[in-house]
């Protein structure tokens, strides 16, 4: 089972509602999902949540240091707790999937993403879950850097949050240890397609 979430992000209200702060808004959900506060503990150097599902107890963590540092907190926790890589699950924003869309990984490359890098380097392992939601990418590496950091569009930002709410659903799932039943939830729960508006005249 999953005994630690971790929502990655950028602290400060000038993050807030940008696009690499996505996991912070996954994990938020979470907490008020599980009724669980996040409350500042330096010793893992972010916002931390406490609460038991089923008698076994789970952690959820902001880490407070910024996204490139990240790994040091979830390091902190995940050490002093015993907890193994293969029990945290990390969501973070994606920039390969469009957005409305989410999928859930264990393993592999970060990816460039700074986030994930840290926290490779700091577990020595990058042996632990993923929740990969989609923000999409502007098209051109250069901008990639000013796309996380910006807000997204209001029609962005429904789909995000829409990919959220769906990945909220593989909670019980992720907590009950069956992630194949997660991972089948998180990947089949697309967004409807819109279909393109007719025209109001005929063709000529």
């Known amino acids: 089972m999953i005994k630690l979430f971790v929502g990655l992000g950028n602290p400060g209200p000038e993050y807030e509602s940008t696009r690499h702060n996505a996991g912070f808004w996954w994990l938020d959900e979470v907490a008020r999902e599980l009724k669980t506060p996040l409350l500042m503990d330096k010793n893992y150097y972010g916002l931390v949540g406490r609460t038991a599902v089923n008698g076994q107890t789970v952690w959820l963590l902001k880490p407070q240091t910024f996204m490139n540092l990240c790994g040091k907190s979830v390091a902190a926790l995940a050490r002093f707790y015993k907890i193994q890589p293969q029990e945290i ?77 769906r990945a909220l659903k593989a909670l019980p799932h992720f907590l009950a240890g069956d992630m194949d039943k997660a991972t089948m939830l998180v990947h089949t729960s697309k967004p409807p397609r819109p279909k393109p508006p007719r025209p109001d005249t005929p063709p000529q």
Request: charged share 25%.
């Open 89 to 165: 699950l990390v969501a973070h924003d994606e920039l390969d999937i469009v957005p409305g869309e989410a999928k859930l990984k264990l393993g592999g490359s970060h990816a460039g993403h700074n986030g994930l890098r840290d926290i490779h380097a700091q577990l020595g392992t990058d042996d632990y879950w993923r929740l990969r939601l989609g923000v999409g990418h502007p098209g051109v590496k250069s901008e990639v850097i000013h796309w996380v950091l910006k807000k997204p569009s209001l029609d962005h930002r429904i789909a995000i949050d829409q990919s959220i709410d």
